[in-house]
Nanobody, 122 residues
Framework: QVQLVESGGGWVQAGGSLRLSCAAS????????MGWFRQAPGKEREFVAT????????DYADSAKGRFTIYRDNAKDTVYLRMAGLRPGDTAVYYC???????????????WGQGTQVTVSS
C-alpha cells in the first residue's frame, strides 16, 4: 500500500496562488493514478483533479479548470496541485489520493493522505 503525505497548504488572499505537494512512499508510485480532493466544512468531499501514471491523462472538476494544474514527478514520487486565482470558495482541506483506475469517484481511491488546510480570505 502506498503512503501519502500532503504539504503546502496555508493562508492566502483571494487571487493568490499556492502549490500543494503530495509525497508518496511504499509502493511503485508511477503505477498509480493520483487525485486531489477537497472538503469544506459541512460539505461532502469533492473531486478536484486527477492524473494518470505517466501524466498524459488529466481531468479537472469544472471549478478547477483554468485555475488549477495537476502534475507529477515520478522520479520524486510526488504529485502537485498548483492553484492560481484562488477564491474564498476554495477554502477546504485538500487531500491527495491514489487509485488503480482513472476516476473522479472517491470510492475508487485506495490510499489517502491526511490532508492540508487551504484558507482563502477575501
Amino acid at each position: 500500500q502506498v503512503q501519502l503525505v500532503e504539504s503546502g497548504g496555508g493562508w492566502v488572499q483571494a487571487g493568490g496562488s499556492l502549490r500543494l505537494s503530495c509525497a508518496a512512499s511504499g509502493r511503485t508510485f508511477s503505477r498509480y493514478f493520483m487525485g486531489w480532493f477537497r472538503q469544506a466544512p459541512g460539505k461532502e468531499r469533492e473531486f478536484v483533479a486527477t492524473i494518470s501514471g505517466p501524466g498524459n491523462w488529466l481531468d479537472y472538476a469544472d471549478s478547477a479548470k483554468g485555475r488549477f494544474t495537476i502534475y507529477r514527478d515520478n522520479a520524486k514520487d510526488t504529485v502537485y496541485l498548483r492553484m492560481a486565482g484562488l477564491r474564498p470558495g476554495d477554502t477546504a482541506v485538500y487531500y491527495c489520493a491514489a487509485a488503480e483506475v482513472f476516476s473522479r469517484d472517491s470510492y475508487s481511491y485506495v490510499a489517502w493522505g491526511q490532508g492540508t488546510q487551504v484558507t482563502v480570505s477575501s
